[in-house]
Nanobody, 118 residues
Framework: QVQLAESGGGLVQSGGSLRLSCAAS????????MGWYRQAPGNQRELVAT???????NYADSVTGRFTVSRDNAKNTVYLQMNNLKPEDTAVYYC????????????WGQGTQVTVAS
């Protein structure tokens, strides 16, 4: 089992920045992926960005060039730096984790609200 603890959400003006953090409760050996999804009211949960333990990244087209995902493997922590935020980025952001050694099961954080005011 893995627990994920998120922090860093809040209210920001359009064009502003926020940084989200998510710490996993344990170190996982081997291939794994950490990242972020988001869900706005009335919408399905969607990919924002992911990063493998080797550092390979994947971004949604809507955030490419504005958001940066990174991780500190020694701290079991993933970050999401969000710049030039737009009102359409408003959503609950969920930390995500999956690992080969855990059977590729999806683990989710409790979610953190990000609100971008126009």
């Amino acid at each position: 089992q893995v627990q994920l603890a998120e922090s860093g959400g809040g209210l920001v003006q359009s064009g502003g920045s926020l940084r989200l953090s998510c710490a996993a409760s344990r170190t996982i050996i081997g291939s794994n992926v950490m990242g972020w999804y988001r869900q706005a009211p009335g919408n399905q949960r969607e990919l924002v960005a992911t990063i493998t333990n080797g550092g390979s990244t994947n971004y949604a087209d809507s955030v490419t060039g504005r958001f940066t995902v990174s991780r500190d493997n020694a701290k079991n922590t993933v970050y999401l730096q969000m710049n030039n935020l737009k009102p359409e980025d408003t959503a609950v952001y969920y930390c995500y984790f999956t690992a080969w050694i855990l059977g590729n099961r999806d683990y989710w954080g409790q979610g953190t609200q990000v609100t971008v005011a126009s």
